[in-house]
């Protein structure tokens, strides 16, 4: 049990800042065991401020006070007290600006949570989002005070010889005892979450970008030694991201210097600090034998994430961490559209909604569900969720899509110009949407209050003497926690008709001709009318998944083949493929419980030899077309989840899809198979994911001959796509030589940290017999490590969430496993011990015996001792 029950915070409680501070000057004495930090603050009393308390309340946590003075007078022991939480100064003075000058010490070794300034590897680093800086001094930690930081940082030159920190150098020097010194200086008012200081033994890797405006700019990323070959990606990636940036948004760099830190110990991706960005080395090292074509695809979608908050973010911020998705909702779209901009629009955007739904839906239907922009939290860092992140997303392009891209960058680029240098909230992004546009967006803004995926329904109805097709939408949203009461949404439904011969159809709407149109769902019930039809059309509804919602339509398995032979559309193209097989599969989940033969639709299994033969030349898109729905997303569709049905039903559509169409499947995987060293480009990678689509479905075949085929790529293999392809293709089967390769494997990889993640979670995620004994011998091995949350992620996160028929075993093996990681994990890093509860938070959608196997590990978790607000704001909410 918890020492103390912990405080919610409201938004409806925001008040501004009693005090600002202006400017802060840090010093920092660097050591590993003994950091002595001295910072000294300009601070004054916000004009803006009601409250009439003279007291100064400073955020402080994990530290040990050496000194405080204010003005220069240091102050008695009754004038301050220090608590668990914070500083506070009884009186402070009000009719002038004064200065706090407050020395402490920290010990950053001790720091297994990964938040303030900590040790990863030999390199000491900081991470202060959301609310890491008090824990390196006592400070005004919120996002609405925006101070000028000046840092020096002295440490020992042997040990940390490159000393960083946010904005320009401004000076340098050496001490005696091999000490030296470096300033920085940051010349934009930023909130204290976006500090970074980073001292270390790196190397690095420099190149230039020269901005629209002509200026040039250094850019540097800094690495150990052993990884300087494999930054090139990051680097082009950074540099295709600054002018895409200047080229969509109009946006210029403003410092000039940008630096990147890769480090081997990070809780999140990446994070954005003013000038300093430091990242998870899975987010900047890339070279094509080590790292895979999605792996390189994140790297460029984070890179450009992260500099992508320089505007959105840094030069206008939050005012409170409730408005996080202002800046994360938006910046993930940008990424979003940067990417697909970088490779294929199509495949990008099928990706990004197939995560969406098999992800975020389910948060957004179970325990933890909440707005967009939440009203409530207990521990901040739980609501860097899939909700905040990617379902904002999906609303900052829905206000795209409304606006349309020329409107929506005339409300960007007064929203910039309105708030550069502001700390504000999602109202005033929507507002300066709104005031360049002249619309009003009233009603949409719900979707941030608002949680739950709404549910639309659709009713055709054709009148074959007029030519005229009527649909009636109607949209609801189920309860969620705290909102048992749902109210309409804006909801966009982009629309296109096709004929019978599948062309796409001109249609009269609202008096115009039209091919494709933009719906404004905003009723309950609402029907919209379409003329001049030549005869009765096929809907293609919600085209490039134009809104976040669960579209519910009743279809033929004839008419989803039809839309997938013809829908221009490429989303939904893809999604009628999906719906097969989706309807396919169902059908036979329900045999499966009725325990009757298990037979394929044939519809399905010519659907999939089309798609083979041809899918109009976009070879990525191809393979998204033949890979069938994830069992989580089967899952999330079903009222009770059979995991075993699930995984039974969808591997019995793979193997008879092999076994038919098994020639095809071997003529195109001979057709794009190349012996590559695989570079990084659209043409390579569309040939390597189609080529292992195949391989994966050829493997189902379990013959000498398919074993074969995966053994000699795996062996061959000088690519890491093609490799750790192959080697899942093998571990995913009754290979007779799967132990054999992936101790080959390790025994090649083993100093790549990254290239060993893969290795655990390749063992964790896979569904043959014993994957659960595997696991637990793997968290005995030598590379396994709770400290480092890559290996976490890689092995117990994976199994908890990628491995649904082990994780839920029914003997409740599984679950207790997770237990007793979580509680282990919660003493050493809260952060990340709360995110591995959520394989628990969904145990209401299982059978009655499950439900209680594990509720009770929940229960447990939620008794332990020591319990940090983190696990226990996820356990227990899930729990409620
Ligand atoms: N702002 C970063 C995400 C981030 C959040 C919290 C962190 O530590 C607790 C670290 C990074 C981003 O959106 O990339
Ligand atoms: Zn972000």
Same mark, same amino acid.
């Given at each position: ?30 050591? /590993? ?57 009884? /009186? ?38 959301? &609310? ?14 925006? +101070? ?27 001490? /005696? ?35 629209? +405006? =002509? ?6 990323? %800094?690495?150990?030694?052993? *990884? ?38 990070? *809780? ?92 975020? %839906? ?18 901040? *860092? ?100 705290? &909102? ?46 379409? =003329? ?12 490039? %998944? ?9 279809? +033929? ?14 989303? *939904? ?77 969808? /591997? ?61 790529? %795996? ?34 990889? &083993? ?130």
């Amino acid at each position: 049990m918890r020492d103390a029950s912990p405080q919610t915070v409201y938004l409806k409680d925001y008040t501004p800042p009693e005090y600002l501070i202006d400017q802060i000057e840090l010093h920092f004495e660097l050591d /590993e065991q003994r950091t002595r930090v001295q910072a000294r603050m300009n601070v004054r009393r916000n004009p803006h401020s009601s409250a009439d308390s003279v007291a100064l309340k400073l955020w402080g946590e994990e530290l040990q006070l050496l000194s405080i003075a204010i003005d220069g007078r240091p102050l008695q022991e009754n004038e301050f007290v220090v608590g668990d939480e914070a500083l506070i100064v009884h /009186e402070a003075p009000q009719d002038r600006p004064f200065e706090i000058l407050i020395e402490n010490l920290i010990d950053p070794q001790a720091n297994t949570a990964l938040e303030g300034l900590y040790l990863s590897s030999s390199m000491l680093c900081t991470q202060c989002e959301a &609310q890491g800086f008090r824990k390196i001094t006592w400070f005004l930690d919120r996002p609405d005070v925006m +101070s000028r930081f000046k840092t020096t940082l002295v440490a020992d030159k042997a040990k940390y010889p490159v000393l960083l920190s946010n904005g320009n150098k401004t000076g340098s020097g050496e001490l /005696e005892n091999n000490r030296h010194w470096v300033s920085w200086e940051d010349p934009f008012a930023k909130p204290c979450y976006l500090f970074a200081l980073v001292a270390g033994q790196l190397a690095c890797v420099a190149d230039q970008f020269v901005t629209m +405006s =002509g200026r040039r700019i250094d850019l540097q990323i %800094f690495v150990e030694q052993h *990884n300087v070959d494999k930054c090139g990606h990051a680097i082009q990636s950074l540099k295709n991201a600054m002018r895409w940036d200047e080229q969509t948004y109009g946006l210029e760099y403003d410092l000039d210097l940008y630096m990147i830190v890769a480090v081997d110990h990070f *809780n999140m991706g990446a994070m954005e600090n003013k000038g300093l960005n430091v990242f998870n080395t899975k987010f900047v090292l890339a070279r094509p034998d080590t790292a895979t074509d999605s792996d390189y695809e994140h790297i460029e979608g984070v890179i450009g994430h992260e500099y992508f908050h320089n505007w959105s973010g840094n030069r206008v911020t939050c005012r409170d961490w409730f408005q996080l998705s202002l800046k994360e909702g938006f910046t993930v779209f940008r990424d979003q559209q940067f990417s697909g901009d970088m490779t294929s629009p199509a495949v990008k955007r099928i990706e990004d909604v197939n995560a969406l739904r098999t992800r975020q %839906f389910a948060e957004d239907a179970g325990p933890l569900a909440h707005p967009v922009r939440p009203e409530a939290y207990i521990e901040i *860092n739980n609501f860097y969720t899939l909700t905040v992140y990617e379902k904002g997303a999906e609303v900052v392009r829905m206000l795209h899509t409304l606006l349309g891209a020329a409107g929506f960058r005339m409300g960007c680029d007064l929203y910039f110009q309105r708030h550069d240098g502001q700390a504000v909230t999602c109202e005033d992004f929507v507002k300066a949407l709104e005031d360049a546009n002249g619309v009003e967006l009233g009603q949409f803004r719900r979707w941030y209050s608002q949680a739950g995926t709404p549910v639309v329904t659709v009713e055709q109805d054709y009148d074959a003497a007029n030519g005229r097709l009527q649909l009636t939408l109607r949209q609801s949203c189920p309860p969620t926690p705290n &909102q048992p009461v749902k109210q309409p949404l804006h909801i966009p439904v982009k629309l296109g008709l096709l004929n019978a011969d599948g062309s796409p159809a001109t249609f009269e709407f609202a008096g115009q001709p039209h091919t494709e149109v933009t719906l404004d769902l905003t009723a309950a019930e609402q029907s919209f009318n379409f =003329g001049n039809l030549a005869g009765k059309p096929v809907v293609s509804l919600l085209r490039g %998944f134009s809104a976040p919602v669960t579209l519910q339509m009743p279809r +033929s398995l004839d008419e989803l083949a039809f839309l997938l032979s013809h829908d221009s559309d490429t989303f *939904n193209r893809w999604e009628a493929g999906q719906q097969l097989a989706t309807q396919a599969i169902f059908q036979l989940i329900d045999s499966i419980e009725l325990g009757r033969p298990l037979q394929l639709e044939p519809i399905v299994v010519d659907a999939y030899r089309r798609v083979l033969a041809d899918a109009g030349g976009d070879l990525s898109y191809q393979a998204l077309l033949l890979a069938l729905p994830e069992e989580s997303y089967l899952s999330g569709q079903m009222p009770v989840i059979d995991v075993e049905a699930v995984h039974q039903a969808r /591997e019995f559509v793979k193997k008879t899809l092999a076994e038919n169409l098994a020639e095809q499947f071997l003529e195109l995987y001979r057709q794009y198979h190349r012996d590559e060293s695989g570079c990084f480009d659209a043409g390579a990678v569309g040939r390597r994911r189609l080529k292992n689509a195949c391989l994966s479905y050829l493997c189902k075949l379990e013959t000498p001959d398919s074993h074969r085929l995966a053994e000699q790529q %795996f062996r061959a293999a000088r690519n890491m796509t093609d490799q750790i392809s192959a080697l899942a293709a093998i571990v995913n089967s009754r290979h007779p030589d799967q132990d054999d390769c992936l101790d080959s494997f390790y025994r090649q990889w &083993q100093q790549e940290a990254l290239v060993i993640d893969k290795w655990f979670t390749l063992q964790a995620t896979s569904s043959m017999p014993n994957t659960f004994a595997k696991v637990q011998n793997l968290m005995r091995h030598p590379a396994f490590d709770m400290k480092t949350p890559n290996r976490v992620r890689a092995l117990v996160g994976a199994f908890s969430q990628s491995n649904p028929l082990h994780f839920h075993a029914a003997n409740g093996e599984g679950y207790r496993f997770l237990a007793d990681r979580v509680i282990e994990l919660n003493a050493l890093n809260p952060q990340i011990a709360s995110r591995m509860v959520s394989g628990l938070a969904q145990w209401r959608r299982y059978d009655a015996n499950r439900q209680s196997l594990m509720k009770q590990e929940l229960q447990r978790i939620v008794a332990t001792d020591h319990l940090s607000k983190d696990v226990y704001e996820i356990a227990s909410k899930s729990l409620a």
